[in-house]
């Protein structure tokens, strides 16, 4: 074990509140709280869209039925179709308001022809011609409100497919974002191969001309991620140790507080490592370096 002073506690203690989460962690986080508020507004926004649409169908519904009601106790008119299971109920709905309009569109030749026969009948019954005009106006315009009707319900069925699409696209996009966010990496390696590749170095201790006493391995905070191996803090429960008889001490900033292992000694273990807490354990940083004895 080697000697520690009281001031190269202090210079330790300073090393390991500069290693802070990285720019990137903090652009992720953001970027995902903006994505996650504009999914939210749009979901809202969705929802609203899909309350309209179900006021208008209803209560377009109720007037065509009370229309439909009373043109069914005319004889002799088309009859409606049954319903077709493969439809969605808005595409049924553009389907029974068709079934009316052709029902409509009968009864206005019918009144149309026996407004001519009557007025060849009797072309003095004044009253009969007026209730007739006034038959065939209010007729022209049902068939004008439906046909309006329908033309809205398409609009907004068009709408809700593009917010649908949308808010699919966000998902995706929360999804990446997420992922990046749980991405770690981790190496394990002897002192001297870790340094030759630029992952630790040693900082602090005496500068004396033959040794440097009190000196610790630091993770470099250069060093290149292609070093590491990438893992899914999700995912991840156990970092596998290459030799099970070797000690192994953990340099960078998590702490075996949060993992399981067999035999540990202070911030050095044998054996696998076992995450148990996965989110404080990456919490410092999403660096993991663990130095062979």
């Excluded at 493969?86 to 068709?98: F, G, S, Y």
């Excluded at 026996?114 to 007025?119: E, F, G, K």
């Excluded at 019954?125 to 409100?145: F, K, W, Y």
């Excluded at 399981?260 to 054996?271: A, E, L």
């Amino acid at each position: 074990m080697q000697t520690r002073f009281p001031s190269l506690a202090i210079l330790a203690a300073a090393g390991l509140v500069a290693c802070g989460p990285s720019k990137e962690h903090a652009r992720a986080d953001s970027a995902t709280a903006v994505t996650a508020s504009e999914q939210t507004r749009l979901a809202t926004q969705l929802a609203a869209q899909k309350d309209s649409l179900t006021r208008v169908v209803l209560q377009a519904d109720d007037f065509i039925m009370h229309i439909d009601s009373s043109i069914s106790k005319v004889k002799g008119l088309p009859k409606s179709k049954t319903k077709t299971a493969t439809l969605d109920p808005i595409a049924q709905q553009i389907q029974n308001r068709k079934a009316v309009m052709a029902r409509v569109d009968a009864l206005v030749a019918r009144a149309q022809q026996t407004a001519s026969q009557l007025a060849r009948a009797n072309k003095n019954n004044a009253v009969l011609r007026a209730q007739l005009a006034s038959d065939s106006t209010m007729i022209a315009d049902l068939n004008t409100t439906i046909q309006r009707q329908t033309a809205t319900i398409g609009a907004m069925s068009t709408r809700i497919d593009s917010l649908s699409g949308e808010t699919q696209r966000l998902g995706a996009t929360i999804a990446e974002l997420e992922t990046q966010k749980n991405k770690a990496f981790y190496v394990v390696g002897s002192e001297d191969e870790l340094l030759k590749r630029g992952v630790i170095v040693r900082e602090g201790g005496a500068n004396l001309l033959i040794a440097h006493p009190g000196r610790t391995l630091q993770m470099s905070r250069s060093a290149d991620p292609n070093e590491f191996t990438a893992v899914d803090q999700r995912g991840t429960d156990i970092i596998s140790m290459p030799d099970s008889t070797h000690r192994y001490k953990v340099v960078s900033r998590q702490s075996l507080d949060y993992a399981s292992v067999n035999d540990r000694d202070k911030d050095t273990f044998r054996g696998n490592l076992k995450i148990a807490e996965p989110a404080r354990f990456w919490g410092p940083s999403r660096f993991l370096v663990i130095v062979k004895q």
